[in-house]
């Protein structure tokens, strides 16, 4: 699949549904890679990473997806840690969107296997 971590990037950020100025678009709680880190709390949600800048916040995203899909990750599994229900989600809802919205049909496969090669 062409771009895959920017196509679940997208559905994440579109599920999510935060504004476009938002600097934590795919709603991070941490940033464990980035140094002197800030949080912000968001009432009953608990605490989550705030990037300096929604450039950085897009980034850590795409990094930890990328962790994810490289460790073998079901869209599945990604999903159920990624959205919890633990923590109010939809987790159900959440993956059928995503699923559809990447056209990833098979949700237990793992996400390596969607990577193309890039062209020489």
């Given at each position: 699949?062409?771009?895959?971590?920017?196509k679940?990037?997208?559905?994440?950020?579109?599920?999510e549904?935060?504004?476009?100025?938002?600097?934590?678009?795919?709603?991070?709680?941490?940033a464990?890679?980035?140094?002197?880190?800030?949080?912000?709390?968001?009432?009953?949600?608990?605490?989550?990473?705030?990037?300096?800048?929604?450039?950085?916040?897009?980034?850590?995203?795409?990094?930890?997806?990328?962790?994810?899909?490289?460790?073998?990750?079901?869209?599945?599994?990604?999903?159920?840690?990624?959205?919890?229900?633990?923590?109010?989600?939809?987790?159900?809802?959440?993956?059928?969107?995503?699923?559809?919205?990447?056209?990833?049909?098979?949700?237990?496969a793992?996400?390596?296997?969607?990577?193309?090669?890039?062209?020489?």
């Open positions: 699949m062409e771009r895959l971590l920017e679940l990037a997208a559905a994440i950020i579109r599920q549904g935060q504004k476009p100025d938002f600097n934590n678009p795919m709603n991070l709680r941490d464990v890679w980035v140094a002197n880190r800030k949080y912000i709390v968001r009432g009953m949600a608990g605490k989550f990473w705030d990037p300096a800048s929604r450039k950085e916040g897009l980034a850590g995203g795409l990094h930890l997806l990328a962790l994810r899909v490289a460790s073998g990750w079901s869209l599945r599994h990604l999903i159920n840690s990624w959205a919890p229900p633990s923590d109010g989600n939809q987790t159900s809802v959440y993956l059928t969107n995503v699923s559809k919205w990447t056209g990833i049909t098979d949700l237990d793992p996400l390596l296997n969607l990577i193309d090669e890039p062209p020489q």
